[in-house]
């Protein structure tokens, strides 16, 4: 498998995505390769973006976005509009290719406020990259979950089933939707049917009843 990080800036001549999906196309070997960051082709013109989802389309080449990260970084020397640093995720993932957040530094140099909790990253990529229809919601969660077990091929591992390693965390809300809404906590983190740890949900002291306020 291939891991490229590249374009991560803001120049919309930046072609190094071209160069990648070029020889990948030319090799057959798309599903294997991911393009990490590729944050100019969030600048770069229309015209050009359409020409490229074709080719990308063709090679099912993978991407990985890191929203704090990029949008940390990039769009510095701008002063308004400011843009916001991500590739063109909901385009990407409209293409039919394989998109997964991420994130890459923790508190280094690149990214000071890095602390590895996937919720904060999708709460972040969602808003940046306006992946934020009802429906794309109750889907959000395949972007730190299924898209990077297919960009690391271990599905065959991986997901809640029956023969599968007990490797998962446990999250403070009924379904996917209110866990994003409600930036939910993680109340256990399980690994191979073990406990990392575990925590009690949080209890207010004072319970409200809004039906009797009113």
Not at 3 to 24: G, T, Y
Not at 114 to 143: C, P, Q, R, S, V
Not at 177 to 204: C, D, M, Q, T, W
Request: charged letters at 25%; proline letters at 3%; glycine letters at 6%.
């Amino acid at each position: 498998m291939i891991d490229i990080h590249c374009d991560e800036n803001d120049d919309p001549n930046s072609r190094f995505l071209e160069v990648l999906n070029a020889l990948v196309m030319e090799k057959d070997y798309g599903t294997y390769t991911t393009a990490s960051h590729t944050s100019s082709f969030g600048s770069v013109e229309n015209s050009y973006a359409n020409k490229m989802l074709g080719l990308f389309k063709e090679s099912q080449i993978n991407f990985i976005s890191c929203p704090t990260e990029n949008a940390h970084l990039q769009g510095r020397g701008d002063t308004y509009p400011k843009r916001r640093g991500l590739t063109r995720v909901k385009e990407l993932l409209n293409n039919g290719n394989n998109v997964a957040f991420a994130q890459d530094s923790i508190a280094d140099y690149w990214y000071p406020l890095g602390n590895g909790n996937m919720m904060n990253i999708l709460d972040n990529g969602i808003h940046l990259a306006h992946y934020t229809h009802i429906d794309e919601i109750n889907m959000a969660f395949d972007l730190i979950t299924y898209n990077g077990a297919n960009i690391m091929r271990v599905n065959d591992e991986y997901g809640i089933e029956a023969g599968k390693p007990a490797n998962f965390i446990v999250l403070d809300a009924k379904d996917a939707y209110e866990a994003i809404r409600e930036r939910a906590e993680v109340l256990a983190s399980i690994r191979h049917g073990e406990y990392l740890f575990k925590r009690e949900p949080i209890k207010n002291e004072i319970e409200i009843d809004f039906l009797k306020q009113k």
